[in-house]
């Protein structure tokens, strides 16, 4: 299983970034796929999730702000961000559960992308 985000960056506030992370190693179809963030000093995020229907959750903090989509032809999971702040600035990554055929749970992190918002 691998994750590997990009996208990330340097951006002024009220910018607009789209990070992306791409799958490899399993039926991306088949599951759920949620984007964290962690701040410097701060406990890691959920900040939006998208099911295997495509029905998404998002965290209040960014409602309104962020979007996330996914192409599983391109197993890839995407998170708009919008109207950027300050407060955005963090290490973003994506993660899946991977459930086997005798139940077992595994959670899978990509590296992470840097977001730095700062005029």
């Known amino acids: 299983v691998q994750l590997v985000e990009s996208g990330g960056g340097m951006v002024q506030p009220g910018g607009s970034l789209r990070l992306s992370c791409a799958v490899s190693?399993?039926?991306?179809?088949?599951?759920?796929m949620r984007w964290y963030r962690q701040a410097p000093g701060k406990q890691r995020e959920l900040v939006a999730a998208?099911?295997?229907?495509?029905?998404?959750n998002y965290a209040d903090s960014v409602k309104g702000r962020f979007t996330i989509s996914r192409d599983n032809a391109k197993k890839t999971v995407y998170l708009q961000i919008d109207s950027l702040k300050p407060e955005d600035t963090a290490v973003y990554s994506c993660?899946?559960?991977?459930?086997?055929?005798?139940?077992?749970?595994?959670?899978?992190w990509g590296q992470g992308t840097q977001v730095t918002v700062s005029s």
């Open positions: 190693g399993f039926t991306f179809s088949n599951y759920v």
């Open positions: 993660s899946v559960i991977i459930i086997t055929e005798l139940g077992y749970r595994f959670l899978y």
């Open positions: 998208i099911t295997t229907g495509g029905s998404t």
